[in-house]
């Protein structure tokens, strides 16, 4: 258990509207990821955290932003939601310092776009 | 480009028999592997993972896979497959960064 929560864990939300994640994390790990998962594809990385305030994108960040204002919470935004956003988005943590580490993931959270 | 190939979508067995879950890779040097194992509405599970050494790993749950390097493959086997093993498996791929490559994923029934 890597000590990672998010919330909420089930989202319904219209088109159009800004949606906000939260990953939650109590070990003091250095890296965090946001990936959303869908059929036929795995897991894709939307955008990735390096520390407190520092961020880059993944292969998928288009409409979506992240934050880190505390090591321990990495948020994720969906700034106006689509119905291509409709999917199950999990939080991910690096063990230790490094990038190299190991990732363990978070329960999901599963978003619907209407 | 890195890539991950799981071959088999969908994979049916009974309670008791052997199992083996292919993945491929391709990735120039010699990559970080992993298996996930994700069951209904549930995280990823860490299975196992290979960084340098043995080329044979063992996991939890029972679970065991090969690196060879010549077939570009990490297959993933179990020996006795557990009704509770019914779920899905994910192969990824590193380059010992934080860049992870998933395969898609291949699903596992087990017949009672």
């Known amino acids: 258990d890597a000590g990672i929560t998010q919330s909420p864990r089930h989202k319904v939300t219209e088109t159009g509207t800004p949606v906000t994640l939260r990953c939650h994390q109590t070990e003091n790990h250095r890296y965090m990821y946001w990936y959303r998962q869908d059929p036929g594809h795995g897991l894709r990385l939307i955008h990735y955290?390096?520390?407190?305030?520092?961020?880059d994108k993944g292969e998928v960040s288009d409409g979506y932003s992240v934050s880190r204002s505390k090591t321990e919470d990495f948020l994720l935004t969906l700034e106006s939601a689509t119905s291509s956003q409709t999917s199950v988005y999990f939080c991910?943590?690096?063990?230790?310092?490094?990038?190299?580490?190991?990732?363990?993931f978070g329960p999901g959270t599963r978003l619907l776009v209407l | 480009a890195q890539s991950v190939t799981q071959p088999d979508i969908h994979i049916t067995v009974s309670e008791g028999a052997s199992l083996e879950l292919r993945c491929n890779y391709s990735y120039g040097a010699t990559p970080y592997l992993f298996w996930y194992v994700q069951s209904p509405g549930q995280g990823l599970q860490l299975l196992l993972k290979y960084f340098s050494g043995d080329t044979l790993v063992q996991g939890i749950k029972g679970f065991e896979a090969e690196f060879k390097r010549s077939q570009s493959s990490f297959n993933l086997r179990k020996p006795s497959v557990h009704w509770s093993d019914a779920a899905e498996y994910f192969c990824a791929v590193s380059s010992g960064t934080y860049k992870y490559i998933f395969g898609t994923g291949t699903r596992l029934k087990v017949l009672a």
């Open positions: 955290s390096y520390g407190v305030k520092d961020t």
């Open positions: 991910a943590i690096s063990e230790g310092q490094e990038s190299s580490e190991t990732q363990y």
